[in-house]
């Protein structure tokens, strides 16, 4: 007869995993490389050579940041700044200053400009800067500016030359041969030039001054232009009589030169005319008064009867 059965408590029966065998033969499969990894192979040159230049690049991307940061923070500024100073302390200061060639110009505004710096340390003067505030003035055409050491700033100053007073909005200035104003006039004190009258005459005192030119025998005796409508001049005589020139400055040349043949034929000026009209090519019209006081009347003329 069996015995009863035994049952075992406490404990589960474990199940062993299959072991799982690699086949015979077949080998693990290798890791690819990357693209990057693959244009560097391609590359004809050395690995080492390669990261030689990478770190050579680097190190210059490191380098330009520094001086990038330097720069920002004014540092080789400060230095000079620094050296000049120090080059001032040793005697290269500024302590004269020579002006020469000015005769009409304000003195005390160009020491003024020649003073105005930062430093008055030699090195650290700026030249530029002493012309660019000279160029401001309405006398100076031309200004150089130089060192002599170890202590002497020179100025070289060029004026201009007055060639006609402007008379615009019931002020009077000075203008040179090319209408920059130079200064106002002074009442009291006139000086014995042409008067160009009227917007936009100033700027066209060179025009002027070519028209004149062409008739250089009534270049004396002309006391004054006013530029008409934007077009054209009309010029007056120390005697009193006004010439209306056409438009045009190849139209009113001819014309002056024709008057100037005229006058030079009969004297037409300083003979008690008023006006003579020549806007018009085929015409020549004189205004006379014959006695103080009378009505002026318009008479034309021909030339062949001048």
């Known amino acids: 007869m069996s015995g009863p059965a035994k049952i075992r408590r406490g404990g589960t029966t474990q199940r062993k995993r299959p072991t799982v065998t690699r ?9 690819r490389p990357s693209t990057l990894s693959q244009a560097i192979a391609t590359i004809p040159v050395p690995t080492a050579t390669l990261k030689r230049i990478g770190n050579w ?11 990038a940061g330097i720069l920002a923070m004014h540092l080789p500024q400060m230095i000079g700044m620094q050296i000049g100073e120090a080059i001032g302390a040793a005697g290269f200061r500024v302590r004269n200053i020579e002006v020469v060639g000015i005769a009409q110009a304000d003195r005390a505004a160009v020491y003024d400009a020649a003073v105005d710096q930062k430093s008055r340390a030699m090195p650290l003067v700026d030249l530029d800067a002493i012309r660019a505030r000279l160029m401001r ?5 031309d200004a150089r500016v130089s060192r002599r050491l170890p202590d002497t700033l020179m100025i070289d100053i060029v004026e201009r030359k007055p060639a006609a007073i402007w008379q615009y909005r019931r002020k009077l200035a000075l203008i040179d041969r090319t209408g920059t104003v130079i200064a106002p006039v002074d009442l009291a004190a006139m000086p014995d030039l042409p008067i160009v009258i009227g917007a936009g005459a100033n700027r066209r ?6 028209l004149m030119d062409s008739a250089p025998a009534l270049k004396p005796m002309l006391a004054g232009a006013s530029w008409i409508g934007d077009r054209r001049w009309d010029l007056r005589f120390q005697s009193g009589e006004t010439l209306a020139l056409p438009e045009g400055q190849d139209a009113a040349m001819a014309a002056l030169r024709r008057f100037t043949a005229m006058d030079g034929r009969a004297r037409l000026l300083g003979q ?7 806007r018009m090519p085929d015409k020549f019209v004189v205004r006379v008064s014959k006695e103080p006081g009378h009505r002026v009347t318009e008479t034309a003329l021909a030339d062949k009867s001048i």
């Open 272 to 278: 008690g005319f008023v006006r003579f009209d020549m």
């Open 23 to 31: 086949a015979a033969g077949r080998r693990p499969v290798p890791k």
């Open 57 to 67: 690049m680097a190190g210059g991307l490191l380098a330009a940041g520094v001086v």
């Open 205 to 210: 005192a060179t025009e002027l001054n070519q």
């Open 137 to 141: 003035f309405g006398w100076i055409a």
